[in-house]
């Protein structure tokens, strides 16, 4: 039933897609070449005259002109990059465009599927695939059997990083991790994310599951358009009451990782972190996209990929969005 309002609602794209895309069947291979920065900023670029894909993307996205004016010694991790959503303009970029693992930001992505085409009413019943034993893997505790509303579900997924969570989402919405999967590509392609691929819903390491910083600033930006991503993404803490196989009663608190929000790690001064997303695994490093606010009430993404350490993912994010009150 999702699925089918999902195509139902996708299908107009099609014809664009398949311009952004290279091919007709879009969302179940990845790409053959990237999709290269000349053909994305053409198709991207907000003054574009002609009528087609172009206007339908670049009214109010930031575009990539240049990264050699800003200084990459700035930061120390793979790539970053720094987006004003009301001004549209890049204040900073770092490796943008290069294909990267993004570990568990790949939820955003899985919470946009599930708030835009699920019911969050839904009640969910957890199967065997939600059972993840991945050395590392972080979870936020259910177990098959277990019924939860999808609501509860996208906390699960959000706050503690459940990667079973994740499992239980895609399964109900797409039948199969790879029915969930092909979901989040299509959805990819109509935003423009032509340099990402998915093939699970959580982040898990996979070498045909990739991104890139700016492909993540489009899919964050349409996350924050829907209210529910930011209340629940905004959020340190939730408790979650639901039932086991059995039928018994599980009451179940659930933790933000976000350092910002939950006061681990200080906030420029004149910014207020409001959204976000961490991510980590050995071939990703550790990640983290995330939504501030000035005094003006102006709204960012900034996004750092592949830092080396958690402190220095949080040193690289501080000096990228320092850049805002400077």
Not at 57 to 73: N, P, R, T, Y
Not at 170 to 182: K, L, N, P, T
Not at 216 to 240: D, Q, S
Not at 245 to 268: A, D, F, H, I, M
Request: glycine share 10%.
């Amino acid at each position: 039933m999702n699925r089918k309002r999902f195509a139902a609602g996708a299908i107009c794209w099609l014809s664009v897609c398949a311009v952004l895309s290279g091919c007709g069947a879009f969302g179940k291979e990845p790409l053959e070449r990237p999709y290269s920065f000349e053909e994305r900023r053409l198709t991207l670029e907000p003054d574009r005259e002609e009528t087609g894909s172009g206007q339908l993307f670049a009214a109010d996205l930031c575009v990539i002109e240049d990264e050699s004016m800003f200084d990459a010694g700035a930061v120390t991790s793979e790539a970053a990059a720094l987006f004003s959503i009301d001004d549209e303009q890049v204040m900073y970029s770092k490796n943008a465009f290069e294909r990267l693992y993004p570990a568990s930001i790949t939820k955003v992505m899985t919470a946009i599927v599930a708030i835009k085409y699920g019911n969050l009413q839904d009640v969910v019943t957890v199967t065997e695939d939600a059972v993840i034993t991945e050395s590392g893997a972080t979870l936020c505790g259910i177990h098959p059997g277990d019924q939860l509303t999808l609501e509860q579900l996208l906390y699960g997924l959000m706050l503690p990083s459940g990667n079973d969570a994740g499992a239980a989402i895609a399964v109900h919405m797409g039948g199969s991790i790879e029915g969930f999967a092909e979901m989040m590509n299509e959805e990819a392609r109509q935003l423009g994310a032509t340099g990402t691929h998915f093939v699970n819903p959580h982040g898990l390491t996979d070498e045909n599951h990739y991104t890139t910083a700016y492909d993540l600033y489009l899919i964050f930006n349409e996350a924050l358009k829907l209210p529910k991503f930011r209340e629940v993404t905004g959020t340190t803490a939730y408790t979650a009451s639901y039932t086991d196989g059995n039928g018994s009663p599980v009451l179940k608190t659930w933790e933000g990782g976000n350092w910002y929000l939950v006061g681990q790690r200080e906030t420029p001064q004149g910014l207020t972190v409001f959204s976000g997303k961490t991510g980590t695994t050995q071939a990703a490093g550790y990640c983290l996209i995330m939504a501030s606010r000035d005094e003006q009430e102006k709204e960012y993404i900034s996004v750092v990929l592949k830092a080396g350490s958690r402190n220095g993912l949080y040193d690289n994010m501080t000096n990228i969005i320092s850049k805002i009150v400077d």
